[in-house]
Each structure stands twice: as structure tokens, then as C-alpha cells.
């Protein structure tokens, strides 16, 4: 049963609720198989340079470290998200949560500027 407030003095505080938590535990359980299948296409991925003159295209430079930038972003925003959690700053970890969005958008960048710039081509 709850205590009834007495006139004149303050009420007690209603715990807060604590979204970010809910939010951590399922990019935590989204991650773990990303990690995993990310690691295996970072590795694949160094198979785009063959074509010749590749390895001098900055576009797909720019799509491979995307690539095998999202394992290690999925970790790190993951295990920092968690430590901010834990020092009760909930802004901190939200933000840190979305840190393997980077890789994406800058993966999505490189795409564009491959398709774009170079007609699709992966080398010069």
C-alpha cells in the first residue's frame, strides 16, 4: 500500500522509468549476431580491391573501412552505451547506442559516390 501524503509536505518521488534500458537490452541482443556476420563480410570485403587500379579508387577505400569499421562500432557502441548506463547517464548511452549508424551512413556515402562517380566500377 502506498503512503498517503500529508498536507504541507512534498510528495515522494515517483521512480523513473528507464526507456534507454529496455532500448540497450534489444541493441544488445540485435548486435551480438551483427557482430558476427559483420566480422564475416569484413573479411570478404578486402576481395573488392582485385580489380586493377582498386586499390586507388577513394570511394571504395572509403566502402571498405565502413565495412570493417562496423563490427568494432557495434561492439564499442555497445559495451560504452552499457558503461553509461551504469554511471546513470541515460542521454550518454542513448547516443553511444547509435554509434554503428557512422559506418552505415558513410558505407551508404561510398555506394553512392562509387555508383555516381565511377559508373558503378571498382577500379580507375
Request: charged fraction near 10%; glycine fraction near 8%; include cysteine.
Amino acid at each position: 500500500m502506498q503512503a498517503q501524503p500529508v498536507a504541507g509536505e512534498p510528495a515522494p518521488p515517483v521512480p523513473k522509468k528507464r526507456p534507454v534500458r529496455t532500448w540497450l537490452i534489444i541493441e544488445t541482443i540485435v548486435s551480438i549476431p551483427a557482430i558476427a556476420a559483420g566480422a564475416f563480410v569484413a573479411a570478404m570485403s578486402v576481395m573488392m580491391f582485385d580489380a586493377p587500379g582498386s586499390n586507388e579508387n577513394p570511394a571504395l577505400i572509403l566502402l571498405f573501412c565502413s565495412i570493417a569499421g562496423l563490427p568494432v562500432s557495434l561492439f564499442a557502441g555497445v559495451v560504452l552505451a552499457w558503461i553509461a548506463l551504469a554511471m546513470k547517464r541515460d542521454r550518454a548511452a542513448l547516443w553511444l547506442s547509435l554509434l554503428p549508424l557512422l559506418p552505415l551512413l558513410t558505407g551508404l556515402i561510398a555506394v553512392l559516390w562509387l555508383q555516381f562517380g565511377y559508373g558503378g566500377n571498382f577500379g580507375t
